[in-house]
């Protein structure tokens, strides 16, 4: 799941900052395939209702996070415009865990969402959070591709549609911001899954971002 793990197993001693810059194309194109890859996946439940808005990028560490943020903003029509920390409780596994936020707006329809974990726990995320913090953080996974409801009718239909095609919902979370869920078509959801992006339906009732 770790985007660069191969190639930093691969090299000896290599300079991890060096590895994220390398590979900075390798990974967008990872994100833009599964941005279209999932527009497939909504144009199936929801017809044209429902559009990837946001795609979602784990880090292990600030530090890497920003040494992926700075090299991305170099390149044309990428650019930081936000940045939040957030509380988050999770079901049906009763938990709490922090999160870091930075959005970058990208030359396609959606955002990218760099995500850093904090403390407490995420089931969803813990996976993938082992995986981030490998090679002294410098590790990367994907998250997730999100899309915005307009409200809490068609945020619980959005989810019976997603439950009477069989997918599983993984976790549902409330924050600061409102409420969202991880949805799978496997019934689990870690480092080692085929299916690389979970589809999270998100309700903002803060903000209109």
Not at 153 to 173: I, P, S
Request: glycine content about 6%; proline content about 4%.
């Amino acid at each position: 799941m770790g985007f660069m793990e191969e190639l930093l197993n691969a090299q000896k001693k290599p300079d991890p900052e060096e590895i994220i810059r390398e590979n900075l194309i390798p990974v967008m194109k990872t994100v833009v395939d599964g941005a279209h890859e999932n527009n497939e996946r909504l144009r199936a439940l929801f017809g044209a209702n429902y559009r990837v808005d946001e795609m979602a990028l784990l880090f292990g560490t600030e530090s890497s996070a920003m040494t992926f943020i700075t090299a991305l903003v170099e390149q044309k029509r990428y650019a930081l415009f936000n940045s939040a920390k957030d509380e988050v409780r999770t079901a049906p596994i009763l938990s709490v865990y922090n999160v870091r936020y930075w959005f970058v707006s990208t030359p396609w329809d959606f955002r990218l969402e760099i995500m850093v974990l904090g403390e407490g726990y995420s089931p969803v995320h813990e996976g993938l959070r082992q995986v981030a913090a490998a090679h002294d953080g410098y590790g990367v996974c994907a998250v997730h591709a999100s899309f915005k409801v307009p409200d809490e009718e068609k945020y619980a239909a959005c989810v019976h549609q997603f439950q009477k095609n069989g997918y599983a919902a993984l976790q549902h979370c409330r924050s600061s911001y409102g409420q969202f869920s991880y949805f799978s078509q496997d019934a689990t959801f870690d480092s080692d899954s085929r299916e690389r992006w979970l589809l999270k339906p998100r309700l903002n009732t803060r903000d209109a971002s």
